[in-house]
């Protein structure tokens, strides 16, 4: 066995396919974080101790558990948000009761948006691209990234110039921010109850590895504020009600899979 009582954390990146029953393991390990490539997991490759393990999978597509079912009370599984569908149908993990997505939801404001993307360990680099259309065709901005998520580049059609230029969300301080999950960034000078559309593309060099799309609207200028975290802080934050975690953006509430609560 591989004894790791002194880490709480441990990354396997995209060469990893195949985990056998190695045992990875530790009496502090909180994190196994682990590349899209894997296609096959021992059901034992993980040992648990004292705490629920938090298993980090970036594979889109669920790998397959060998050797038995893992315990699902002793783990949290986390999986890209396009993919959680998959993981609850899928054979094996299907057991867990709970499975989260390693990206929060888009959180919005009324002139803001705070966007978030899954890390791919195989990146050079990611464009963002928002539009004002479904189509597609009316571009509001492109944000270049490099590998580690730092913006290097802004190109901003100057048609839509907004008041404020785009601007990384770091998470300082915060755990989860620790190790790469994912990166984020907060987008202001957005026009109020207005429907965007984005493309954020993984590049290799010049080469697209992986694309995803979607869209998110923003509040009314009008709307009424839900209850407020507490301090002046207008990042969206997440906070624990009654054993339920919630992202709150001083505006709305949402669940953690994205869909808003109405209190």
């Not at 890390?119 to 580690?148: C, H, I, P």
């Not at 207008?234 to 899979?257: A, F, V």
Request: net charge negative; charged share 20%.
């Amino acid at each position: 066995m591989l004894d790791m009582n002194s880490l709480r954390q441990i990354i396997l990146k995209d060469s990893i396919r195949s985990l056998d029953n190695m045992c990875i393991g530790g009496e502090n390990l909180s994190n196994v974080i682990i590349g899209k490539e894997l296609v096959e997991i021992d059901a034992n490759s993980i040992q648990y101790y004292n705490q629920p393990i938090n298993l980090y999978l970036y594979a889109l597509n669920p790998p397959q558990i060998i050797n038995g079912s893992p315990n699902a009370n002793n783990y949290i599984v986390h999986v890209p948000s396009k993919s959680i569908s998959a993981y609850q149908q899928a054979e094996g993990w299907k057991e867990f009761g709970t499975i989260l997505p390693i990206e929060p939801p888009i959180v919005t404001g009324v002139d803001t948006a705070s966007v978030s993307w899954v890390q791919n360990f195989s990146a050079t680099g990611y464009v963002w691209t928002l539009y004002t259309d479904e189509a597609k065709t009316q571009r509001f901005m492109s944000l270049t990234f490099d590998a580690n998520g730092h913006l290097t580049h802004i190109d901003i059609n100057s048609g839509h110039m907004p008041e404020r230029m785009p601007a990384l969300y770091q998470e300082d301080g915060e755990e989860e921010k620790q190790f790469a999950e994912y990166y984020s960034f907060t987008i202001s000078g957005l026009s109020p109850d207005t429907k965007y559309y984005y493309t954020r593309q993984s590049l290799k060099g010049t080469e697209v590895i992986d694309e995803e799309t979607g869209s998110f609207e923003t509040q009314s200028d009008g709307e009424e504020g839900l209850e407020q975290n507490s301090g002046n802080s207008s990042k969206p934050q997440k906070i624990i009600k009654d054993g339920n975690m919630y992202i709150h953006n001083q505006r709305e509430i949402y669940n953690i899979d994205g869909s808003k609560v109405n209190y």
